[in-house]
């Protein structure tokens, strides 16, 4: 039913629905703002306010956001009724007719037309839905690492983006989480690492996401994590696409990677140590996924706590003084090498020179 300039929509669940905790706007327009009044009955006929004025919005035009969901409170109604208003809205043309009137070579008027667009606000569908909540098997426990330590990098301005440089102690990370005063932005984001080769290097990116804070009347949206694949690395980079909006107001930077557990089978009587930090060790290869998986249905593993770190007296193992590997991206090792090849070629070329000259004319 319409009223004025509003229309009201009566929904009547069906037989097989336990209820409904919200639902979608399902439209095609663009550029819209719409105020929505939910109301629910439990026989059609006694009505409640549920939802005041919930906003749905799409501002693809300026930015790319929108929002097209409800939610309710909790309610076991049967019936609902929307009532969205402002349905016709008069929107100005972006495009001017402008109109110049001459006499005698001579302009004597200007005339500037603007046309006025109608738009009805067209509904596709709702879609009502309600949640659930399911116990699922629990997946990589995460922790945070903070704060980071962190500092800008300048860059060109006509580049319009924003370069962090982020040291780390090597933690096992996952991904950042950029803290920022900012309000109403939406950012494209990348992480790069370094990567040697020989004595160049050069950054590659590892990951990529969208960072954005929206808060608007009783709207809120934040997503500031960019994800990538566990790494370990001492330094990133986090490159924030600008375009022509002004920098963030960034305030920190956050690490967040997997927990990791020691598993084993413990003799009664003896003392345990757990030795860590090599440069070198390369991670080893058990068979405790077939050993220990069947013992998960005993029970879970006694949980201990690690006691404060102290330094080792003796290596956990020989390491060696200098690798193969370290030599070939010794950046001063090439360059040296670079050098003593220049001398001996320069060296071989003068004697050659030499015995050219020595030798008798034909």
């Known amino acids: 039913q319409k009223h004025g300039n509003r229309i009201e929509i009566e929904v009547r669940l069906e037989e097989t ?104 606000f067209r509904i596709d569908r709702l879609e009502f839905w ?45 991904g950042l989480l950029i803290e920022t005063a900012s309000r109403n932005f939406s950012r494209r984001v990348e992480v790069h690492i370094p990567v040697s080769r020989g004595a160049k290097t050069r ?13 608007f009347r009783d709207f809120r949206r934040e997503q500031l994590r960019v994800t990538f694949p566990e790494t370990r690395q001492p330094r990133y980079r986090v490159v924030i696409d600008n375009q022509d909006s002004p920098p963030l107001d960034i305030t ?32 080893p290869r058990y068979d405790v996924a077939a050993v220990l998986g069947p013992l998960k249905t005993i029970g879970e593993p006694v949980v201990l706590e690690l006691g404060l770190p102290t330094s080792s007296a003796e290596p956990a193992a020989a390491e ?18 670079v050098v003593v090849l220049a001398g001996a070629l320069g060296w071989a070329l003068y004697w050659a020179f030499r015995r050219i000259e020595s030798l008798p004319p034909d």
């Not at 922790?143 to 800008?152: A, F, I, Q, V």
């Not at 990951?207 to 954005?212: D, H, I, K, L, N």
């Not at 920190?252 to 030795?275: C, K, M, Q």
């Not at 003084?321 to 090439?334: H, W």
């Open 130 to 174: 309600r949640t659930v909540v399911e116990r699922r098997k629990a997946g990589e426990k995460k922790t945070r690492y903070d704060p980071l330590d962190w500092e800008e990098i300048p860059a060109d301005r006509d580049a319009q983006k924003t370069i962090l440089e982020v040291s780390t102690r090597r933690e096992p990370l996952t």
């Open 252 to 283: 920190g930077i956050t690490g967040e990677g997997n927990v990791y557990r020691v598993v084993f089978l413990a003799d009664p009587g003896n003392r345990y140590r757990l030795t860590y930090g090599s440069s070198t060790a390369k991670a």
């Open 203 to 215: 950054w590659i990116k590892i990951g990529s996401g969208r960072v954005s804070r929206i808060q």
């Open 320 to 337: 060696p003084a200098l690798r193969f590997r370290d030599l070939l991206n010794s950046g001063p090792l090439l360059a040296t090498v």
């Open 17 to 120: 629905a336990s209820g409904a905790d919200g639902f979608t706007v399902i439209t095609r327009q663009r550029d819209f703002e719409r105020t929505v009044t939910v109301l629910g009955s439990r026989d059609g006929q006694s009505w409640q306010t549920l939802v005041p004025s919930a906003v749905i919005f799409d501002y693809s035009r300026y930015i790319d956001l929108s929002h097209h969901e409800v939610s309710l409170p909790k309610n076991d109604c049967r019936y609902f009724r929307l009532v969205v208003d402002k349905v016709t809205t008069d929107r100005a043309s972006p495009r001017t007719a402008l109109t110049r009137h001459f006499r005698e070579d001579k302009e004597v008027a200007r005339t500037e037309r603007t046309e006025v667009q109608r738009e009805t």
